[in-house]
């Protein structure tokens, strides 16, 4: 991962379930994890498991999963930034991903930070709606395409944090 001058990342909000799924494991080897095969109960899982041949060192045992159910890209706002940058305000921000519903929300967020009046954000409306709102100063970019399309990044740099409209969700 690149080491950024302005501090940008993921958070998640992780929910485990509370329906286990059934996976073979043994020591070293977890078919929930290794190969994403599950199971819906114990009887599935052993019936699977008894065409191995030879499962003495196999085992069903329940696993609970631990789902993303949602996403945000944060990124700060330094005091350096927000002095060299009039509208700005110094502080850290998070922009939630993977959910329309939260453009208005975002860019309530993004103004906060890059100042509604500064000229630092602007509003690309090609193709209609959903449209994006890009913020730019020197150094850093926010950007919310309004179909749950988000990300944070260094200008230049080509380093970013980013999630999109399923969840997807990665910085590079």
Known sequence: MAAYNYPIFLKHKLEIQDTAV?????GSYNSCTDYGDSFIDESSCNND???????TNFTCLP???IIITENYVGFVVTSAMAQANPGMTAGTYYI??????AYSENTETMFRAFGSNSGYCSYDMNGG???TLNCEVTGLYVR?????NIGAGETG????????EIG????H
């Open 168 to 171: 997807i969700a990665g910085c």
């Open 63 to 65: 696993h609970f999963p």
């Open 157 to 164: 740099s080509g380093g970013s944090c980013d999630t999109d």
């Open 144 to 148: 919310d395409q309004g179909d749950g």
């Open 129 to 131: 709606e959903p449209y």
């Open 22 to 26: 059934w996976c073979i494991t043994s």
């Open 49 to 55: 498991l008894s065409q191995w041949g030879d499962p």
């Open 96 to 101: 939630k991903g993977s959910d329309p519903s």
